[in-house]
């Protein structure tokens, strides 16, 4: 049976692997200190220590609890493992999801046939077609597409920036554009004399 899992130990796994590690040494520590404890029951002043030793250990062990749980639950809550962990099932790739609401969302998603990749978009079945032309690599290794609720495939900035370029040279696409296909006769449909005509007016 395949793996299912895009990560194999995240790091998020291995700080709750050493916290519990933590753990039990802390439990040990506190079990024989309750233990010297009852042995000093006379002398009120060394009860009074080791009580407030064991205390501070529970404070600190709740503190470290917190200091490992906080960033693993916003790592889970955001999906912000992409740019954690590191990919290890190549059937997986990462999406940076540009919203309607021009809001940023990351994803790790499978693959499938053809370029094919199946997500979630606001609990919805969603998928990109990768086009293989623009996949952008992520600080730690993994690969990612970039995705838009507005198209069916991945977004190729190279093509954008061209589209700026043009834009930047023959002016808004849609008016200077057609002006500048008239002049250098480029159009695919003539135009008739008399628009030429109107046109020169």
Known sequence: MADKRAYNITNGEVSVVFWGIQLIITI?????????????????????AFLFFIV?????LFFSFISMALPNYLISKYNLNIFVDK??????IGWLRITRNKGFRSYTVPRGALGQ???????????????????VTLPNGN???????FLSNNINLENVRGWQ???????????NVWDRAVETDN??????????????E
């Open 28 to 48: 040990f520590v506190i079990i024989s200190l309750i233990g010297m404890m009852r042995q000093v029951t006379g002398n009120p002043g060394l009860v009074t």
């Open 187 to 200: 159009l695919l449909i003539g135009v008739d004399e008399s628009e030429e005509e109107n046109r020169k």
């Open 117 to 135: 990749t199946k997500g979630m978009a606001n609990g919805h079945k969603a998928d990109v077609i990768d086009d293989g032309q623009y996949t």
């Open 56 to 60: 501070l250990l529970c404070v600190a």
């Open 165 to 175: 370029l043009i834009k930047k040279h023959f002016g808004m696409v849609g008016f």
């Open 87 to 92: 990919i290890t099932n190549p059937d997986f």
């Open 143 to 149: 690969q990612a597409i970039i995705v838009c609720d």
